[in-house]
């Protein structure tokens, strides 16, 4: 079976105090520092000259710069870094000199305004070597040093974020640690994992080509060494580190787009947990894609990976593919549910602002009709509660290790509701309707995918023909007109991008010719359904504002007007 065919905290700072005879000699010290930077700084003057020089001999002899699987990994990198870290704006600036014949490469940084990411991975970082240490072993000398620290890194922080591990919890970059040692197959696709991740992140164009071309051989070898195992296998149950350098394959494929800028992600506190903003935005291949859940398959699926956090990340693995792609998931979802909310002592203890919204959300819903999405709708609307407190600071604070769990068996029971294309009654028209407009408000909130993927497009449109197919229904026009303005209200804020945009407000407009001319009537309404202030009503008020403008609407009553009840400790901006 071929699968080629197709928290570390931040570092302490270190105090240093002097005496008062130090103190006096600061000035000589000033000196002797000026005189050691001018000697360093013509020093690696004439080292890049040297560089430049042996690069442009190169050059002239027909070089073409790419490795190729035969040769060994030597790529010097250039004299500057720009690390970019994901979605900010903010670029570090690092200088890299690397002397003729030094084998493996010292990497010194002068960062400005580093992020708190590279500052624990980059800066400074030294391997430890009291540890099991993969760099020593299987070629990894000839990897270039800001490549092994990008491993650093993603072997501490990154990957076990993969896998929500808890900040304390190093288990599972021990076991990477322990695999990429003893596995070749593991070895290369981790590092062609790492390199596509520092290839995103940079922006010069030679480390970025570089990169690429690591990621290209290393992929290349983890392929050929994935497709060996399994010849051997001959029908038998694949071992977990197969498991494990499959996922780094069919996740590290070459990179078509960089990190999505700030602008493209959610301000939803789940937005970048688990890396989801940057793994979503991967090309998908899948040819990888099955062949990874073809692997899974020959173990009896999920339940035979005998590594927790390796079927934790298949799972994850596969609720994002579902996400993407629109198929339903492949598996199960594996856990029990776990209320977020209690009145136990020690648990999150409700306070009056979320009674209240426990008592309005979902309240609007017909139990009959979505009543195999009701448990769905709960644990949505707990949710709400939950980030609610997060964001704010109520005491105690839900753990996000818990918000995540949650979002995630959220996200897999949407994917796996049926789906009516063509409802035979209106009672599948609105479930259909339902389902869509929880998937583009958990696009917003709850599993947040970048705008510049297709993902929010795609749930628009079907929000829009669930709408459309409720309209066939006699019973449409006589009830339901709570749900109507959520559900229309849900879709015009999914396509206020997007071309579907203006028929989503001409739907909007005629329902809030009914009385919702006022947005704080609009807004009570809409918490009775599924709906979080922090995130929807900014969005909400200016999809209201142009629905208002398409035609005049009358001025309510003197002394009807309505007061909005405060709900969620976020006032009117």
């Known amino acids: 079976m071929p699968c080629g065919q197709s928290y570390t905290t931040d570092p302490a700072p270190e105090f240093r105090f002097v005496d008062d005879e130090a103190l006096q000699s600061v000035k000589t010290k000033h000196k002797e520092s000026a005189a050691r930077r001018a000697h360093a700084a013509r020093v690696a003057h004439q080292r890049r000259r040297e560089r430049q020089?042996?690069?442009?001999?190169?050059?002239?002899?027909?070089?073409?710069?790419?490795?190729?699987?035969?040769?060994?990994?030597?790529?010097?990198?250039?004299?500057?870094?720009?690390?970019?870290?994901?979605?900010?704006?903010?670029?570090?600036?690092?200088?890299?000199?690397?002397?003729?014949?030094?084998?493996?490469?010292?990497?010194?940084?002068?960062?400005?305004?580093?992020?708190?990411?590279?500052?624990?991975?980059?800066?400074?970082?030294?391997?430890?070597?009291?540890?099991?240490?993969?760099?020593?072993?299987?070629?990894?000398?000839?990897?270039?040093?800001?490549?092994?620290?990008?491993?650093?890194?993603?072997?501490?922080?990154?990957?076990?974020?993969?896998?929500?591990?808890?900040?304390?919890?190093?288990?599972?970059?021990?076991?990477?640690?322990?695999?990429?040692?003893?596995?070749?197959?593991?070895?290369?696709?981790?590092?062609?994992?790492?390199?596509?991740?520092?290839?995103?992140?940079?922006?010069?164009?030679?480390?970025?080509?570089?990169?690429?071309?690591?990621?290209?051989?290393?992929?290349?070898?983890?392929?050929?060494?994935?497709?060996?195992?399994?010849?051997?296998?001959?029908?038998?149950?694949?071992?977990?580190?197969?498991?494990?350098?499959?996922?780094?394959?069919?996740?590290?494929?070459?990179?078509?787009?960089?990190?999505?800028?700030?602008?493209?992600?959610?301000?939803?506190?789940?937005?970048?947990?688990?890396?989801?903003?940057?793994?979503?935005?991967?090309?998908?291949?899948?040819?990888?894609?099955?062949?990874?859940?073809?692997?899974?398959?020959?173990?009896?699926?999920?339940?035979?990976?005998?590594?927790?956090a390796l079927a934790t990340l298949a799972e994850f693995f596969d609720l994002t593919v579902s996400t993407l792609t629109s198929h339903r998931p492949r598996y199960d979802w594996r856990h029990p549910r776990r209320p977020l909310l209690t009145y136990e002592v020690g648990g999150l203890i409700i306070d009056p602002i979320s009674a209240m919204l426990l008592k309005d959300l979902g309240s609007g819903f017909d139990r009959n009709i979505l009543l195999d999405l009701y448990p769905t709708l709960n644990m949505i609307c707990e949710l709400i509660i939950a980030l609610d407190r997060l964001t704010r600071k109520a005491v105690p604070e839900p753990a996000m290790h818990d918000l995540v769990n949650a979002r995630n068996a959220i996200q897999h029971a949407l994917c796996r509701a049926q789906r009516f294309a063509n409802p035979a009654s209106l009672e599948q028209a609105i479930y259909d309707t339902t389902r869509a407009a929880l998937l583009c408000f958990s696009d917003m909130v709850i599993f947040p995918i970048p705008t510049s993927t297709s993902v929010r497009l795609r749930l628009a449109t079907e929000l829009h023909a669930s709408l459309s197919a409720c309209e066939a229904f006699d019973g449409w026009c006589h009830g339901f007109e709570g749900f109507k303005i959520w559900a229309t209200t849900i879709g015009a804020i999914a396509a206020i991008n997007l071309p579907l945009k203006g028929s989503f407000l001409d739907m909007l407009h005629g329902l809030l010719s009914m009385g919702y001319w006022s947005w704080e009537i609009l807004r009570m309404q809409l918490h009775n359904f599924v709906w979080w202030d922090y995130m929807c009503d900014e969005l909400g008020q200016t999809v209201h504002a142009e629905a208002i403008r398409i035609a005049p609407f009358p001025t309510p009553p003197p002394g009807n007007q309505q007061t909005l009840i405060f709900r969620s400790g976020h006032p009117d901006k």
Not at 95 to 115: F, I, Y
């Open 53 to 308: 020089q042996r690069e442009h001999e190169t050059t002239s002899t027909g070089k073409n710069g790419l490795v190729s699987e035969s040769e060994t990994v030597d790529l010097s990198p250039p004299s500057e870094f720009s690390f970019v870290h994901e979605g900010d704006g903010d670029t570090g600036r690092g200088r890299v000199e690397v002397p003729a014949k030094q084998q493996v490469h010292d990497l010194t940084v002068a960062q400005r305004n580093p992020s708190p990411a590279y500052t624990a991975a980059i800066l400074g970082r030294r391997l430890d070597q009291g540890g099991i240490d993969p760099f020593d072993q299987i070629g990894a000398r000839d990897l270039p040093r800001a490549l092994r620290y990008t491993l650093e890194y993603a072997f501490d922080v990154y990957w076990p974020a993969n896998v929500n591990s808890a900040p304390s919890d190093q288990s599972y970059s021990l076991i990477l640690r322990r695999g990429a040692t003893r596995y070749p197959h593991a070895f290369h696709g981790l590092v062609a994992s790492a390199a596509m991740f520092l290839q995103r992140s940079t922006q010069n164009r030679q480390v970025a080509t570089a990169c690429s071309a690591l990621v290209r051989t290393n992929r290349a070898k983890a392929i050929q060494l994935i497709n060996e195992e399994l010849k051997q296998l001959q029908g038998a149950v694949p071992s977990d580190d197969l498991v494990m350098a499959m996922v780094a394959v069919a996740r590290g494929s070459v990179a078509h787009a960089r990190v999505p800028p700030a602008s493209s992600i959610s301000k939803s506190p789940l937005a970048r947990a688990q890396n989801l903003h940057f793994y979503s935005t991967q090309s998908l291949e899948p040819g990888y894609i099955k062949a990874f859940f073809d692997i899974i398959d020959l173990k009896g699926g999920l339940a035979g990976v005998e590594t927790p």
